[in-house]
């Protein structure tokens, strides 16, 4: 059976894409993911989140890798599949790359700003945050197979996002750089904001880019004999 790969960018999808891969992204809207989901096939091997994050560690910086020890989202929580994510903490580990293994908050709306990230942070004790992660983990364990996450830091947990650019992503993960533009007309005060996150974006983006030959073709899923699942 093929392994789902659940993403927010287009990019990323065309970056994982392989043999015996299906990617699904979800354009930035959870609720649009699981619309997706309930349109698909239950039969996987496993279900992986692969993208970019925001970070909730001040420690990490653009670029670093996060690996899922699981997933919360304020109801719930999700424990990843341990045998992937040591094998992959193993292969990704190399080169000099900042790899931990960490907890991964889901949200449903972009969290922007420095204060709301150290809420989170408190509230969850997790490193990372994205908005695809806890639907794809609740889809997994609704499926009863593994799941496991891979996160690359695009905005650290100083750092703040434009107002406009939670919504800046269309159905198809792809970025409408026209609504950006109207957006930076109408707060030209937000540029600086938006450089920033255009050279964190590319950190973040080199940092996909790296992992992704070292996960090899089909991410190389072999070990899903442990326990793979957990809900509380």
């Not at 279900?47 to 909730?56: M, R």
């Not at 080199?206 to 072999?222: K, Q, S």
Request: charged share 20%; with cysteine.
């Amino acid at each position: 059976m093929p392994l789902l790969i659940v993403t927010g960018l287009a990019y990323e999808a065309r970056l994982i894409a392989g043999p015996d891969l299906v990617t699904i992204c979800s354009g930035g809207s959870p609720e649009r993911l699981r619309h997706k989901l309930r349109r698909h096939p239950r039969a996987y091997r496993a279900v992986v989140s692969f993208g970019i994050a925001g970070g909730l560690d001040p420690s990490l910086s653009p670029g670093d890798v996060v690996l899922a020890q699981g997933i919360v989202d304020g109801k719930a929580r999700w424990l990843s599949h341990p045998g992937l994510t040591q094998d992959w903490a193993q292969r990704l580990s190399v080169k000099g790359r900042n790899v931990v293994e960490a907890e991964i908050a889901g949200v449903e709306a972009t969290v922007r700003t420095p204060v709301a990230k150290a809420a989170l942070r408190s509230a969850t004790g997790a490193a990372a945050v994205d908005m695809e992660s806890h639907v794809a983990a609740e889809f997994a364990a609704v499926c009863g197979v593994p799941f496991a996450a891979i996160r690359v830091i695009c905005d650290a947990a100083n750092h703040s996002l434009p107002p406009f650019v939670g919504d800046a992503l269309d159905a198809d993960g792809i970025l409408d750089w026209q609504y950006i533009l109207r957006g930076v007309v109408r707060q030209p005060i937000q540029i600086a904001l938006l450089a920033r996150l255009a050279l964190a974006s590319s950190a973040a983006l080199a940092g996909l880019r790296h992992c992704r030959p070292l996960l090899g073709p089909n991410l190389e899923v072999g070990n899903l004999a442990k326990p793979f699942s957990d809900v509380s």
